[in-house]
């Protein structure tokens, strides 16, 4: 265990026979390893296997292997590129996309937060404040528009509960089934060229569900360069359901607009996925999974696994979510939120958007599809036109994504990380808003 | 499909059959699909790599076969299957192996 490096081992050498003779056995462990050319750890591993190879050989035979035809076929499908591909294409959409993003993020939370929260939760608690509590800003702390409860807790149950209990039955089936591998490795080729490895397909996919869970998702990435990457694309190029939902409606009629909004977030997320890689230190990522057979997965322990990760959820993230509303809470008490409203104007103002805009951009942080639904009141009230209605999309959507996302972000990466990305997303959201305001305008494309 | 402990096993040159010559190595991912190779070492691998390929029973004397070259690299070993990337598969070092019955179809040149 010493000569394999074990620290812990280390550790416990160090306190029991103390540190005179500790130093001893660690100058003959070093001696030992410099003697080899290949790590030692490997050179032990490589020893026990071959002894064991030799212990199995010896009990046990192997038969012929049965697998079934379905099997055989369903093997085949998965690997062979020209079907895989457009089966991974097919999960994604149908698995990811559909059940987590639309149905979860969709259905289910609609229902919680008008049904459970705006019906019943939120009124009885504002009731309940309103006549027990005499302190304004007390109140403003538990209830309200931006309480402990009201916002706090109606986030994390009524929001990303579902979006998390979905993704987690998704996962669970995925995993169990032995598909998982499989996708990763048919996205492999595709991730590189961001910096990211096959097994990024799960976070990237996930962030145009919700870009908190994603944000926690990144923590599968192998190395903590690709971590960095992966939670910088989702705060910066990719769109969450809801936004996705309100952009593709605002611009749904004016085809020209919607896709010059996809191609550019497109082009930054190829971009900020490129010079990441090449400017982030560390080493380039490397790609390598065990592919298991696959296998019909065991309803009962999908649901158990299910279960564990979602309370594990409750335990973690939910204290966040209150975090986050106090800070709210905070910057409301001292005028804070005026002071960056007014901030906020200026920017707004020079990618060539009315000044009522930087409302949207604001609440657009606090939870991202405000943010484009305010636009989208903009937009019908004609104060926008196809050219400001474009620069407008872009930005907000490369814009700082939403608080639940920066909470999670200081959780995962740390403060430095989460800043630095949020510094980031808010130069590259203006810049390439003000750019693309220039070029609209000077050639008169999108009146 | 074939047995594989009454084969007879050629030792072959990367590319071409070489019989009792002297082996010589190529890198895994020089091997086509359905091709088999016996590896021979690991270069420039770090510590972590080395240990997760031993995880995974990718150490010297294993018997690989290939089963997928794009977008990554599949084969098996032993009853496990891998996949790496090209830039894994560049790094594992092994001897062409060719077995009598897979002669006509296997082998190039």
């Avoid at chain 1, 005026?338 to 009315?354: A, D, N, S, T």
């Avoid at chain 1, 959507?397 to 920066?406: D, E, G, R, Y």
């Amino acid at each position: 265990m010493l000569l394999s490096g074990d620290r812990d081992v280390h550790t416990l050498v160090r306190r029991t026979e103390g540190r005179e003779r500790y130093e001893r056995v660690r100058k003959t462990v070093e001696r030992a390893v410099s003697r080899y050319d290949m790590p030692l750890p490997y050179l032990i591993g490589l020893e026990r296997q071959e002894r064991a190879d030799l212990i199995a050989r010896r009990v046990t035979t192997t038969g012929p292997r049965h697998v079934s035809r379905a099997a055989q076929a369903l093997d085949f499908l998965t690997l062979f590129p020209p079907t895989a591909i457009p089966l991974l294409l097919l999960v994604l959409y149908f698995g990811l996309y559909r059940f987590v993003g639309v149905f979860g993020a969709g259905t289910v939370v609609d229902f919680l937060e008008r049904r459970l929260f705006g019906d019943v939760v939120n009124p009885v608690v504002n009731a309940l404040v309103a006549r027990h509590i005499g302190s304004v800003a007390l109140r403003e702390l538990i209830a309200g528009e931006y309480g402990v409860i009201t916002l706090g807790l109606r986030y994390s149950v009524a929001i990303v509960l579902p979006i998390v209990g979905t993704f987690f039955l998704m996962f669970s089936v995925l995993e169990d089934t032995g598909y998982l591998p499989r996708l990763a490795l048919m996205a492999d080729r595709a991730f590189k060229l961001v910096g990211l490895s096959g097994r990024a397909v799960i976070p990237i996919t996930l962030g145009f569900g919700c870009g908190t869970m994603a944000t926690m998702v990144t923590r599968t990435l192998e190395t903590r360069r690709e971590r960095t990457i992966a939670t910088l694309l989702l705060a910066l190029a990719v769109p969450c359901s809801a936004q996705l939902g309100v952009i593709l409606g605002m611009l749904a009629s004016r085809p020209r607009a919607l896709f010059l909004w996809a191609g550019v977030v497109g082009a930054a997320f190829l971009a900020a996925g490129r010079a990441s890689s090449r400017f982030l230190p560390g080493e380039r990522p490397v790609f390598y999974m065990e592919v298991p057979p696959l296998r019909v997965p065991v309803m009962s322990n999908v649901l158990a696994k299910t279960f564990t990760r979602m309370k594990w959820y409750f335990v973690e993230v939910m204290p966040l979510f209150m975090g986050a509303s106090l800070v709210v809470w905070i910057g409301r008490m001292i005028g804070l939120f005026q002071l960056v409203l007014k901030g906020l104007e200026v920017p707004v103002r020079l990618i060539g958007l009315p000044s009522e805009a930087a409302f949207a951009f604001l609440f657009g942080f606090f939870r991202r599809d405000y943010g484009a639904a305010g636009l989208y009141d903009l937009a019908r009230a004609g104060k926008l036109t196809g050219s400001q209605l474009v620069v407008a999309s872009v930005s907000l959507t490369l814009f700082v994504p939403c608080v639940a996302q920066f909470a999670m972000m200081w959780k995962e990466r740390g403060s430095r990380a989460a800043l630095a990305i949020t510094g980031v997303t808010l130069v590259v959201a203006f810049a390439s808003g003000y750019v693309l305001n220039l070029i609209l305008t000077g050639t008169g494309a999108l009146p | 499909m074939n047995g594989g402990s009454g084969a007879r096993i050629f030792r072959a040159r990367c590319g071409t059959i070489s019989g009792e010559r002297p082996r010589l190595t190529c890198p895994l991912a020089a091997l086509g699909v359905g091709e088999r190779g016996r590896v021979v070492h690991v270069r420039n691998a770090s510590a972590p790599l080395l240990q997760k390929l031993l995880a995974m029973a990718v150490i010297p004397g294993s018997e690989v076969r290939v089963d997928l070259t794009f977008p990554a690299f599949v084969f098996e070993v032993g009853n496990t299957r891998v996949a790496v990337d090209r830039a894994i598969a560049e790094r594992i070092e092994v001897e062409r192996v060719i077995r009598a019955e897979e002669r006509p179809r296997g082998a190039k040149g």
